[in-house]
């Protein structure tokens, strides 16, 4: 008894006994949730299946492994490699995988993933630091492991060349035309159209109103004068727009196409990623070529115009700048204002207005009742505008929470696009087991990889606008207003930038300031005679 009670006791202790902790009993492990990357290179037929046999792999290869589950297929139909901003499913791929939707993606190979080194492994490297491996089938190369980063750099890098290696290409091809004076354009300028043979042919209605911009510039008329009055006539520039504004009056009046020549290589394209296109200035070689084509207009009338342009340029003053240009904005008409000097006094009025009385009843502003106004808006806000940001910002906060967690639309797209992937996904487990006609099979999966596309567009146009700037704006104001000064004697220009965004000048003498963050206070003003 007493040598049992040793053991038991002070014994036990001399011994240093250890006492084992049983590990926690295993959890099952969670299923990785798997996305896949798809890109073809082309719109063309081909390609188009090429795209949705991408889809269809994927979807059955994620379905056959028991840890996997599909988080998303994303895919980017008939759109350049070189740049990833020009890939909205893949932009899309990175916004969820940083949400934490996304632990592995798939990708066939690394001309897929990107064709520029330095973009493909700066997304590599930030999708790895939150979690998110990329495997590359073709070149076996899984990012989770250690050594698939340095792997991952070559075959970018030999992607990459080969994008350098076709762009040269096409510019080698588009000298070597140019040289030989076969290149003319690839638009034709306002005034003339393509023929089926891609020559320059006069298209005699536009050329009516390029003949008319070339007399009207002659006759006294300035850039701005011709731009309004063209705008009246309907007729659309190149870019599609029916509003003319001086600069695409300036083209015309300075383009040797209109006297018959052609002046090549205007711009070029940089050689190394990212492509960039620049406007020559002596950078690489031009080609000029006289008497290309047609010309609408004859060329003395295209020498005094050029002579006058530039001598309307050197004499042009310079104009002071002011924090109030593009600033001011007419309630009535929705014109800018200008700056205008009568006697001793500066004044603001409508362009409107200031071409033809008519057309817009706005008066004018002498510019002291505009900097008063602003005085009066800065007082106000530095001595009650903190509580109200302060309020405002807490108040967005609250909406902008409520918005993405209950959003009903949000929720209903949700359920769409599972409704979708899971038809999606039975379409391809019947087509396995020869229960679906093949090209009702193709036919089933194009119009459901369509409907899946707009719905998760849908998702994330709703989620970006949920995501406006003007929470973020408001802090940036609280913040800069805290650092101003109490009192303001005089107009100050920088801290007017930094508060106001626009003035709106209304009809009844009102000025209505719309600050950084879009928040609205007004002020009455005396104006003088219209």
Known sequence: MSKQTKTNGSLALERNNVIVIEAAPKQEAEKLRVAAYCRVSSNSTDQLNSFMAQLNYYTALIASKENWTLADLYADEGITGTSAEKRPDFQRLLADCRRGRVDKVLVKSVSRFARNARDCLTTIRELKSIGVGVCFEEQHIDTSNMSGELLTAVFAAMSQKESQNISSHMRWSYRRRMQSGQFITCSAPFGYRLSKDRKLVINEPEAEVVRMIFAQYLSGQSKDDIAEYVSTLGMQTREGNTQWGHKAISYILSNERYVGDSLLQKKYTTDTLPFKQMVNRGEKEQYFVPQSHPAIIDRETFDAVA??????????????????????????????????????????????????????????????????????????????????????????????????????DIVSLNQKIADLSDQDRMLADMNKCGLVDPDIFISQSNELARQLRAAKQKKEQLLADGDDDTLPRTRELLETLETLPEFLPAFDGEIFTDLVERITAEGDGTLRFRLKNGLELTETTERSVR
């Open 307 to 408: 002579e006058l342009l530039g001598r309307r340029t050197f004499t042009m003053p310079q104009r002071e700048s002011s924090p109030l240009a593009m600033k001011v904005f007419c309630g009535i008409c929705g014109n800018s204002y200008r700056r205008a000097v009568c006697g001793q006094k500066t004044y603001w009025v409508c362009r409107q207005h200031y071409r033809d009385k008519d057309r817009c009843p706005s008066g004018r502003i002498p510019e002291e009742e505009i900097y008063a106004a602003f005085l009066r808006v800065y007082h106000k806000l530095r001595l009650h505008g903190g509580p109200i940001l302060k309020q405002m910002n807490a108040d967005l906060q609250s909406v902008r929470e409520r918005r993405m967690l209950w959003s009903l």
